[in-house]
């Protein structure tokens, strides 16, 4: 069965970019090079002690009484906070700057060996043909809402520094690889815009805020993050206050996303720009501290530069960067030579994004005319935190297709599924579409082919009814795919989606 449906085209947000300067202007802030070089370089070296810190302590539930190292290290520990950065800037040098979660999931196949968690579910998925954001969603109620996410937003926020919402997008794509759209992406899209403006503005509750605007008001980060700034407000000491955020957090518990970024605040709250209070205040509160400690560091890094952070706290860890979950390249060995290759990357994905900031080695930095940034863009963060994770998006030049699965891939025998194919011109011309359908034996479409016309702005919908026509013997994966070919001037894509096919047994009918 076929059902076309014509809506009336709507405003289109583009995947990256919306801070742009107006052509042929000049950017509305820039930043001495030498100066953004000491902020990149205090990110990563806060990243690298905070996460060192807090190791030893990783998945202890009880709270700790932490004031420095302990033991105190003769290196930095490896950690995926920092490794899977490495990864996505190969990714960004190697990919270009309009890298998507599809582009991160080929890489997280390639040179990630560890299977841990939402790691491992989410990388599982895409082997079965599952792609993003489907791959973080689907199978993975346990860990979707957990840590693995927001502690690798700071590529983002050096790649788009006083952007926040480039940032985000990005961390979007990021995220949403294996988390889908839940609280584990919700806590990227809070520390990714957090840290991109905090290059810019240096008030810690404008700063909360900020990343605040970008996540849904009532998601469970929200809350736990609303709760550490309530219990302060009110008085509340540190335990006190690390009570009330753990309560508020039950819904996801122990080990997830909103209980542990409510830690980071804590810290910062109860700390103030004390580095090694702040650090120690957020791994003292205990569950996920390498993560707390590390994105805590890697904030006040960016805010004040490397005079935030004491020799002492320096010389343990050094410059090296050790590595634990990824492998196959050579990425970064030292923190200067990552400092060096994120403002590369920088100048290029700001250049490339239209971005109104640029870094230049021979000028001041200018932050005069930061009030005209827009910190804020309620429009990019209902967009993004709104996107469902059964929708698959491919664009194609004068036109979008989206499929989508509607609800969890799974078919079970004598129950049809339907799902949908968007087709959207984005012209003020006429394009005719070709549309077909393929799947593996076993599994069925109820047509092959389409042809239709999209009049400028028009969107036209396809239903399509998938049924499984043999019962396999268990439960495995069927695939198929929907190849779509647009002219005049359109490029052709071919999207494959998968099934889980459930084999006739007791408890299905």
């Known amino acids: 069965m076929i059902r076309t449906v014509n809506l009336a085209a709507g405003v289109l947000l583009c995947m990256l970019g919306s801070c742009a300067a107006q052509a042929g202007q000049g950017p509305t802030i820039t930043f001495n090079e030498a100066e953004f070089r000491d902020k990149v370089y ?21 709270t700790h009484s932490l004031t420095f190292y302990d033991p105190v290290p003769d290196k930095p520990s490896a950690n995926d906070d920092l490794d899977l950065q490495l990864l996505w800037l190969k990714a960004i040098e190697e990919r270009g700057t309009r890298i998507d979660a599809r582009i991160l999931g080929e890489y997280w196949l390639k040179y990630v060996p560890v299977n841990w968690n939402e790691y491992g579910t989410g990388k599982a998925n895409m082997r079965d043909g599952f792609l993003p954001p489907v791959s973080g969603h689907f199978r993975n109620e346990k860990w979707r809402n957990s840590n693995g996410a927001w502690i690798r937003s700071e590529i983002w926020a050096c790649l788009a520094p006083g952007c926040p919402s480039l940032a985000v997008r990005y961390a979007w794509q990021d995220a949403c690889v294996d988390h889908g759209t839940a609280e584990g992406t919700y806590a990227e899209m809070f520390t990714a815009a957090v840290e991109s403006a905090a290059f810019v503005e240096k008030d810690r509750d404008r700063l909360i805020e900020i990343g605040l605007s970008y996540i849904p008001p009532r998601c469970g980060v929200a809350a736990a993050i609303r709760t550490a700034i309530a219990a ?62 590390a994105t805590l560091g890697s904030i006040l890094g960016i805010i004040h530069g490397g005079k935030v952070i004491p020799e002492k706290w320096r010389r343990p860890v050094g410059e090296t960067i050790l590595n634990v979950a990824v492998s196959g390249f050579q990425g970064p060995a030292t923190l200067s030579e990552l400092t060096d290759r994120t403002i590369i990357a920088a100048k290029k994905v700001l250049n490339d994004n239209g971005m109104p900031v640029a870094i230049v080695p021979d000028s001041p930095t200018d932050l005069s005319r930061r009030s005209e940034l827009r910190l804020t863009d309620p429009k990019v963060a209902r967009g993004l935190w709104s996107r469902s994770p059964y929708r698959l998006v491919y664009e194609m030049g004068p036109a979008r297709a989206t ?46 082919a389409d042809s239709l016309t999209l009049m400028p702005g028009e969107q036209q919908r396809v239903t399509r009814t998938v049924t499984q026509s043999e019962v396999p013997g268990a439960n495995r ?32 009918p």
Not at 44 to 53: A, F, M, R
Not at 282 to 291: L, P, Q
């Open 42 to 62: 205090a990110c990563w070296l806060g990243k690298s002690i905070g996460g060192t810190l807090g190791m030893p302590f990783e998945g202890r539930r009880e």
């Open 232 to 293: 302060k407000e009110q008085g509340l000491d540190l335990a006190a206050a690390r009570e009330a955020v753990v309560k508020v957090s039950e819904p996801t518990g122990w080990f997830q996303a909103p209980r542990n970024v409510g830690f980071v605040i804590l810290g910062w709250l109860y700390g103030g720009d004390d580095f090694g209070k702040s650090i120690c205040d957020a791994v003292n509160c205990g569950d996920d501290t390498d993560c707390t400690g």
């Open 403 to 448: 499929f989508d699965y509607v609800k969890d891939p799974d078919l079970r025998p004598g129950e049809p599924r339907h799902v949908t194919l968007l087709l959207e011109n984005l012209t003020p011309a006429a394009l005719e579409a070709e549309v077909r359908w393929k799947t593996d034996a076993g599994l069925t479409a109820d047509a092959e």
């Open 477 to 508: 994966v069927m695939r198929g795919s929907v190849s779509v070919s647009v002219s005049p001037r359109g490029k052709s894509v071919e999207i494959p989606f998968a099934f889980l096919c459930h084999a006739r047994n007791a408890g299905n």
